[in-house]
């Protein structure tokens, strides 16, 4: 499990719109030099790497769009927050970049099919190329660098298309200079080549932020550390149907826990909150919904045809009633093995009152009020032995079961 510390939202998007101001920038510079020295030095290679920065200056201003949109707070509309916005950017990003490079293949097959139209490429081409591999090269480390730190899916997509702009620039240099030395199909080839390149890291962007956008679980490593947090919590016997679903960088995670059937509810939602907030310790968690059985319901029958509380407790008071005796709780657990019914009398202080309900509990026929209730097991006991137990402490418990 990652033990690296949250990194703050606002801090993250401070990252985002700063690398990718500089991205714009120096896009802006290397495009207008790539398309204005490729026309005059008549290399076809050079203009297709210059529409692929234009490519890289559209995405800059997509990824500034995502950024500031999938920062805002949860609101009616979006639950859940806007953290998909980036992964929305994602696929827009590599829809754009198969249409560039699909483009960019078309225009370089018609150019190989008039290799005789060629004129000779001008050695500026090449200086351009070389100036265009180093600072994309560099562009690309620094937003790796920074993406990384900050943990976004959305920036380090965003670097590695800087790097296949890198490559792409050193196919270019090398066809170029292949043409300055007379194979001047060599620079209709690296267009081509760079066309293809920049169509695949489209597919790959495109293709993960789709399966993001269809609910991609995590991985199974972070599953894995999920799952881990989740038995590590006190109450908590085992974990059972853990789903996880992508959220931008995040991830949202449902699970069943397995805890002790005869707890209470109260302690029951104790167990679950305390494994909830052990999960969202894992920073690639932004939500986490638990939900508690009393066993693993993907293995046990779910109990059906059971009685219903009403019907029990309206029974039991009835059946103990006829004796003159009133129960201070019923507690049911309704498990795949069937009802358990546990009933729980006011002990008296006096040891004649207390041997006189003795005897009435005794006529009570629980055998045949099981029966009728189809229950597998009832039981009726007092709250509070008093022949055991001193006055101060009888007085407490009579008024914790009055409450």
Aim: net charge negative; hydrophobic share 50%.
């Amino acid at each position: 499990m990652s033990s690296s510390t949250t990194i703050h939202p606002a801090e993250k998007q401070r990252v985002a719109r700063k690398s990718t101001f500089v991205s714009i920038v120096l896009n802006t510079v290397l495009m207008t030099a790539q398309i204005a020295i490729g026309v005059f030095a008549h290399s076809q290679a050079l203009i297709a790497d210059g529409v692929h920065s234009l490519a890289d200056l559209i995405s800059d201003f997509v990824v500034l769009i995502a950024n500031r949109h999938s920062a805002a707070e949860p609101d009616a509309d979006h639950n859940y927050g806007h953290s998909r916005y980036e992964t929305v950017a994602s696929l827009f990003l590599g829809g754009l970049l198969i249409a560039v490079g699909v483009g960019m293949l078309w225009r370089a097959g018609v150019r190989l099919t008039n290799l005789q139209d060629i004129p000779p490429v001008h050695v500026s081409a090449l200086v351009v190329a070389v100036v265009v591999l180093v600072s994309k090269e560099g562009l690309f480390r620094y937003m790796l660098r920074e993406a990384q730190r900050v943990r976004s899916a959305m920036l380090i997509a965003n670097a590695w298309h800087a790097r296949s702009d890198a490559a792409s620039s050193l196919v270019v240099a090398i066809g170029i200079v292949g043409s300055l030395f007379g194979m001047r199909l060599l620079d209709p080839i690296a267009a081509a080549i760079v066309g293809f390149m920049v169509a695949r890291m489209g597919w790959s962007f495109g293709w993960d932020a789709l399966q993001d956008l269809s609910d991609r679980a995590l991985d199974e490593p972070a599953t894995a550390d999920v799952r881990a947090l989740l038995l590590s919590t006190p109450g908590v016997r085992d974990v059972h149907q853990l789903r996880t679903r992508k959220m931008g960088d995040l991830a949202l995670v449902d699970a069943h826990i397995l805890v002790d059937p005869f707890i209470s509810v109260s302690e029951g939602h104790y167990i679950a909150e305390s494994a909830r907030t052990r999960v969202l310790t894992d920073n690639r968690v932004l939500d986490a919904l638990i939900h508690v059985d009393p066993e693993n319901d993907a293995l046990a029958q779910p109990p059906v045809g059971l009685p219903s509380r009403e019907r029990v407790v309206a029974e039991v008071e009835r059946a103990f009633a006829e004796h003159g005796l009133k129960p201070v709780a019923v507690n049911l657990h309704y498990l795949s093995t069937g009802l358990d019914v546990e009933v729980t009398l006011l002990a008296t202080s006096a040891d004649e009152a207390f041997e006189d309900e003795a005897q009435r509990l005794a006529r009570i026929d629980l055998a045949d009020l099981q029966r009728r209730l189809g229950a597998r097991t009832l039981d009726a006991r007092r709250a509070i032995d008093v022949r055991a137990t001193d006055t101060a402490a009888v007085e407490d418990a009579r008024r914790e079961s009055g409450r």
